[in-house]
């Protein structure tokens, strides 16, 4: 997927459940445009960041289940209580890490669980994502990028899709000497999408590449969730969950999906875990 050649990504749906694996199965592809080019420089963003805090005590009483986790809980700590060593530099001990170099991060912004991310580049650059933020730091801390995911993915033209941006991922690739980022946006069948982002250059504060991919392939009332990126010398891989609407994600779990982009943009999505 050399960033000057990948117009577009093409995707190769396949329905194959876990005990079909080696089944043939209806092939339906599918071509996803280059949909934008943008500098992340130049993305307005929201100079606010506001984010809402709900500071109400959680109702342990009227939900049976919290409060049954909750003694547990308690029971547990008073049966195991955690053990410190009087002498935590005795022989056999864990010595205390060390930091050679360290700064301040992406800021906490109440978002739960926070899905903190970073890359690294061989020109020492670090990509940071986080709900709901993306960061570009030089290896030294200094701060030279920072957007919220709703805008860093406005020239996908999801900056104002209903749901907001969650789960983001990112990837440096050393053999194309480029980043790759992945935003999810939507909790339903609607508005489920997926942002795959590359950066044109090895520099992440410069022009990026945006495709948009269908967080409901199949049409069959889910939605996309808790990706994972890997690569090769030849193909990005990203792998998902498809989650039921109106149920939690553990009792709304579908099947996963994986997604496999060749160098020329040739993309493969199966799906598998099917319950």
């Not at 890997?230 to 193909?235: G, L």
């Not at 609407?245 to 999505?269: D, H, I, P, Y």
């Amino acid at each position: 997927y050399p960033m000057n050649k990948l117009m577009s990504i093409l995707l190769i749906f396949a329905l194959t459940c876990v005990n079909q694996l080696n089944a043939q199965q209806p092939v339906t592809r599918l071509t996803f445009p280059l949909t934008a080019s943008a500098s992340v420089s130049t993305i307005a963003d929201d100079p606010w960041n506001a984010s809402i805090l709900s500071l109400e005590v959680r109702d342990y009483m009227g939900n049976p289940d919290k409060q049954f986790l909750k003694q547990q809980k308690q029971k547990v700590s008073e049966l195991y209580p955690v053990k410190k060593s009087a002498n935590p530099n005795k022989s056999g001990a864990i010595p205390a890490p060390v930091i050679n170099t360290g700064f301040d991060g992406n800021q906490f912004n109440n978002s739960v669980p926070l899905d903190n991310y970073l890359a690294v580049s061989d020109s020492n650059k670090i990509v940071s994502v986080s709900n709901v933020q993306f960061r570009v730091y030089s290896t030294d801390g200094t701060s030279l990028i920072s957007k919220t995911l709703q805008f860093f993915c406005q020239p996908a033209g999801l900056g104002g899709v209903n749901n907001g941006k969650f789960d983001p991922k990112v990837m440096y690739d050393p053999v194309e000497d480029r980043f790759i980022a992945v935003v999810l946006n939507g909790f339903n069948a609607t508005y489920s999408r997926i942002v795959v982002a590359f950066s044109q250059t090895n520099d992440p504060s410069g022009i990026w590449n945006f495709y948009v991919l269908p967080g409901n392939p199949f049409n069959d009332s889910t939605w996309f969730d808790y990706p994972a990126l890997n690569i090769t010398e030849n193909e990005l891989f990203i792998t998902g969950n498809q989650i039921r609407e109106n149920v939690s994600w553990q009792l709304g779990f579908k099947q996963t999906v994986m997604a496999n982009s060749e160098k020329r943009g040739v993309c493969r999505l199966t799906a598998g875990n099917q319950s």
